[in-house]
């Protein structure tokens, strides 16, 4: 019986040690980018850019970045193994990024169909547009960091905490396909030593048409789905003071009861509480001011976004698929495209502050 198990535990560590040994012959992509090639070369060609990170026993971590041109992307991964002293891998993709440029004027879902033909890339990997060059960017020194790592945090936070709707490589996707729904993915730039989102890139089907700018963020998630967050969202009163409301939640609802008569309600409720104010005494007539401000901003800043959404003809509130969903027969995307463009889309926003914490 002793044998067997000594047996047992040489097995288990042989194992371990050749894991151990693959791993460290492997270069693990954890970003890459895409953008139109500068190099003189045709139209069609795409530039690449993959960064792999390379752990050293002392801690530091050496981001190796490699750069490649080519008409296909699976070309593009070919040609940077030629330069590579160990097999490139892209089991640990966590972002890819695509420049503007691509993606206003040559669509990006070929690029994104590469991603979703490998086995070995998970649908959660996120998806973003850089605002800037996005070989500049992964070149970047941003401190002692493995590049794909860190710009996949800041997206996962601002998503999960922030104001920033979920998106990855599963929903991009999916709102593609989908009758319904117009995709949208964060938009990013280099600023100073650090990756900041700028705001969100709105999609007609693969191509950018629209943007949406950070101060915006809060609205359209307003508009788009139900959340908590522990961001603040800030309102300036009428006597120049400011209140910042913490501990939001926001659920949406659709009021399709008058779709036949091309009309659609979207009502929005918001829960607060008031941490921050600048005057000197909070009362619950200032609380009502600071809830019927935030009420009226939010409104006029929804309806004003809904508009731009019909005049650029995208629906990224998916909007169409609720509807499809209550109508008999199913839903003509043609027709609804014409439709959607003329109808009176309203939103009514409600706010409740719930309590006031501290004031200054």
Known sequence: ????????????????????????????????????????????????????????????????????SAHLSKEIRSQFNAESSKPLVSGKLQVAIYSREIAETDGIIDLVDTLQRDPAIGSRAFLAIANSDP???????FGNVDIGSYIHDVLEHNSVNGMLPLTNLHYFLYYYYSEGNDPFLPLIEKQDNKVKIVGLALFD???????????????????????????????????????????IASKRNLN?????????????EILGIIKEYSGEKLNPKIMKEIQST????????????????????????GLGNAVRSVTRGGLDQKEWKKKYEDMDITFNMNVNITEAGVTE
């Open 294 to 317: 935030m009420e009226v901003e939010i409104e006029e800043k929804g309806n004003a976004m809904i508009k731009d959404f019909q005049r650029l003809g995208v629906d990224p509130l």
């Open 135 to 141: 070989e500049e960017m992964l070149r970047s020194d």
């Open 1 to 68: 019986m002793k044998r067997w198990y000594a047996v047992l535990i040489f097995a288990l560590m042989l194992t371990g040690c050749v894991e151990n040994r693959i791993l460290d012959d492997l270069q693990m992509i954890t970003v890459i980018g895409y953008d139109k090639a500068d190099d003189g070369s045709e139209s069609d060609v795409v530039k690449g850019i993959a960064v792999a990170p390379q752990f050293e026993r002392d801690g530091r971590i050496e981001n190796n970045v490699f750069v490649e």
């Open 205 to 247: 089907g693969d191509k950018m048409v629209g943007e949406i700018g950070l101060q915006d963020l809060f609205t359209f998630k307003a508009l788009f789905e139900k959340f908590s967050s522990n961001d603040s969202y800030s309102v300036k009163l009428d006597n120049g003071e400011y209140a910042a409301v913490y501990n």
């Open 256 to 268: 399709l009861a008058d779709v036949d008569k091309d009309n659609i309600e979207i009502k929005g």
